[in-house]
């Protein structure tokens, strides 16, 4: 059963709405340049907090896991990035990031293995990394893409293939930090943590995209192959997929569309793959035992 909040609070339109991660608070994000949190307890809800700093649209709201806190981030056009934290049920902003110099357009926190990071993806061609430990922020910022990010997606913390492999039980120490980001150069880059140096480099490009690439998402699961999806104003998504034996070489199977693609979304085991576009439908797509995708449901408004 669907619950409607059909009272938002909100005088503009809402751009991004994300519950927390025991579903219990929902976090929505508005061209009015505002942050609302709701309680959700059942079929109810109410309003709690608006958060307010931003100087123009916000696009993205994202929860950090709670063994951080109450932890949520905020994105918009205006290119700040800012951290609030609940503590003692007051929400307060504890992190001001304003180095982007155009919107930022995502951002996403990793697994909670590798640590409490905040991936940054921004118009001005920049990701930033945002950290938090030791009880302070950190930050990083590299060029990306020229044009401009379009999107950021995280690696599993656990490398393709260790769960059927006997020998990784080292726990934390082996969490990777790897990320995909998606440009309007038409390109793929995959971007490893190099723990000696503290700093991020492009492992792997990925090509084929002829538009800009719109999103792309890291499939979440961790058995014996890896899997990117990438949605582009091409009307092509793409699936990449490298296995642990060939770690650098990346396969792409082509869905052809007839529209615009915008997003492309994982199911939580990874194996069912959600694209929308410009028509205003949605497709389900799963990979058959032969290795071919297939859709498997089309939901039309």
Same mark, same amino acid.
Request: glycine share 8%; charged share 20%; aromatic share 10%.
């Given at each position: 059963?669907?619950?409607?909040? *059909?009272?938002?609070? $909100?005088?503009?339109?809402?751009?991004?709405?994300?519950?927390?991660?025991?579903? #219990? /608070?929902?976090?929505?994000?508005?061209?009015?340049?505002?942050?609302?949190?709701?309680?959700?307890?059942?079929?109810?809800?109410?309003?709690?907090?608006?958060?307010?700093?931003?100087?123009?649209?916000?696009?993205?709201?994202?929860?950090?896991?709670?063994?951080?806190?109450?932890?949520?981030?905020?994105?918009?056009?205006?290119?700040?990035?800012?951290?609030? #934290?609940?503590?003692?049920?007051?929400?307060?902003?504890?992190?001001?990031?304003?180095?982007?110099?155009?919107?930022?357009?995502?951002?996403?926190?990793?697994?909670?293995?590798?640590?409490?990071?905040?991936?940054?993806?921004?118009?001005?061609?920049?990701?930033?990394? &945002?950290?938090?430990?030791?009880?302070?922020?950190?930050?990083?910022?590299?060029?990306? $893409?020229?044009?401009?990010?379009?999107?950021?997606?995280?690696?599993?913390?656990?490398?393709?293939?260790?769960?059927?492999?006997?020998?990784?039980?080292?726990?934390?120490?082996?969490?990777?930090?790897?990320?995909?980001?998606?440009?309007?150069?038409? &390109?793929?880059?995959?971007?490893?943590?190099?723990?000696?140096?503290?700093?991020?480099?492009?492992?792997?490009?990925?090509?084929? $995209?002829?538009?800009?690439?719109?999103?792309?998402?890291?499939?979440?699961?961790?058995?014996?192959?890896?899997?990117?999806?990438?949605?582009?104003?091409?009307?092509?998504?793409?699936?990449?997929?490298?296995?642990?034996? $060939?770690?650098?070489?990346?396969? *792409?199977?082509? &869905?052809?569309?007839?529209?615009?693609?915008? /997003?492309?979304?994982?199911?939580?085991?990874?194996?069912?793959?959600?694209?929308?576009?410009?028509?205003?439908?949605?497709? &389900?797509?799963?990979?058959?035992?032969?290795?071919?995708?297939?859709?498997?449901?089309?939901?039309?408004?």
């Amino acid at each position: 059963m669907a619950q409607v909040i *059909s009272n938002s609070g $909100h005088d503009d339109m809402i751009h991004d709405a994300v519950l927390d991660y025991y579903g #219990r /608070r929902l976090a929505t994000c508005s061209s009015d340049r505002t942050i609302k949190i709701f309680e959700v307890e059942g079929e109810t809800h109410r309003l709690t907090e608006t958060l307010k700093g931003h100087e123009g649209a916000v696009w993205c709201v994202s929860w950090a896991h709670p063994k951080y806190g109450n932890i949520l981030a905020s994105a918009g056009y205006d290119g700040k990035v800012f951290i609030w #934290r609940e503590q003692g049920g007051q929400w307060q902003k504890v992190f001001d990031f304003a180095l982007h110099t155009a919107s930022v357009n995502i951002v996403t926190w990793s697994p909670h293995e590798s640590g409490c990071l905040l991936a940054c993806a921004s118009s001005d061609g920049s990701v930033s990394i &945002l950290e938090f430990a030791d009880n302070s922020w950190t930050h990083q910022i590299f060029a990306a $893409h020229g044009i401009g990010v379009n999107a950021v997606s995280w690696a599993p913390s656990l490398s393709a293939g260790s769960l059927v492999s006997s020998s990784n039980n080292q726990g934390n120490k082996d969490a990777v930090r790897r990320f995909v980001t998606a440009g309007s150069d038409n &390109l793929l880059k995959i971007w490893d943590y190099n723990s000696s140096t503290k700093t991020y480099s492009v492992s792997t490009t990925l090509t084929g $995209h002829t538009d800009w690439v719109r999103d792309v998402a890291w499939a979440p699961t961790i058995l014996q192959k890896s899997y990117i999806a990438s949605a582009s104003q091409d009307k092509t998504v793409r699936i990449w997929t490298t296995d642990p034996g $060939h770690p650098g070489e990346w396969k *792409s199977t082509v &869905l052809g569309f007839e529209a615009v693609l915008w /997003r492309v979304s994982w199911s939580l085991s990874g194996n069912v793959l959600a694209v929308s576009g410009g028509d205003n439908k949605v497709t &389900l797509w799963k990979e058959n035992l032969r290795g071919e995708w297939e859709c498997v449901k089309s939901i039309e408004e």
